[in-house]
């Protein structure tokens, strides 16, 4: 059973556009969704937060939005740059499953100059 | 501030064999997880320990996977015997609390059983 997905394995972008990456979840406990950033051979790095009482959260370059009615939350990056070129993970979780974070499968972004 | 240190970063052993992987968390972070994560997949929960008790371990394979966090510190992942489908990048991460904060992963062991 997986809670969270992301059910775009890969997006390409161009430079100076902006990339939107999509997660969808099914377990309407979960309060508190985090976007971390993977490079190859590194362990994941954060990189924005929102909770369950915000549909928004900006931080630089970067957005997350929550349509909790949808279970679905969305990270936009703009502008894309070269250095964003990652795999992406969506994770989320709730008290009630004692706040462990359970993760999606990810989603490669290629950002092309 | 020190992230969370793990070793060893690359591990090749035979299948039915047995591999230890060590995990020294942020200091102060109560919240201590083992994730692993197969290639092309999303990092999978195995345990989770607050301080020195286990909180969940529900996907943890007991049969031969085991972990300990002794002193509510260092933390220490066991493997055996280990099997071909056990390949993967064990991630281990830390948290100052349980809730509303974001977790900090290490660079992850590459475990290869061939």
């Known amino acids: 059973d997986q809670q969270v997905k992301q059910n775009s394995p890969s997006l390409s972008v161009q430079e100076g556009r902006i990339s939107i990456l999509n997660c969808d979840y099914t377990?309407?406990?979960?309060?508190?969704f985090l976007w971390y950033k993977k490079y190859p051979a590194e362990g994941p790095t954060f990189l924005i937060s929102?909770?369950?009482?915000?549909d928004k959260n900006e931080d630089g370059r970067f957005t997350v939005f929550l349509n909790k009615s949808a279970k679905h939350l969305s990270l936009h990056i703009v502008p894309s740059q070269p250095g964003d070129s990652a795999v992406y993970f969506c994770?989320?979780?709730?008290?009630?499953?004692?706040?462990?974070?359970?993760f999606g499968g990810g989603t490669r972004l290629m950002v092309k100059p | 501030e020190a992230g969370v240190a793990q070793s060893p970063r690359y591990k090749i052993i035979e299948k039915r064999q047995s591999v230890a992987f060590w995990c020294n968390p942020i200091?102060?972070?109560?919240?201590l997880y083992w994730y692993q994560q197969i290639l092309g997949q999303g990092p999978k929960l195995l345990i989770q320990?607050?301080?020195?008790?286990?909180?969940?371990d529900s996907q943890l394979p007991k049969d031969r996977f085991s972990a300990e966090r002794l002193k509510g510190v260092d933390s220490t992942l066991k493997i055996q015997p280990a099997k071909l489908e056990d390949s993967a990048v064990y991630l281990c991460?830390?948290?100052?609390?349980?809730?509303?904060?974001?977790?900090?992963f290490g660079q992850g062991t590459r475990l290869t059983v061939v």
């Open positions: 991460a830390s948290r100052l609390g349980q809730m509303n904060t974001e977790a900090f």
């Open positions: 377990n309407s406990m979960f309060d508190y």
């Open positions: 929102i909770s369950s009482i915000k």
């Open positions: 994770a989320a979780s709730s008290p009630q499953a004692g706040n462990m974070l359970t």
């Open positions: 200091s102060g972070h109560a919240t």
């Open positions: 320990f607050q301080n020195n008790g286990v909180v969940d």
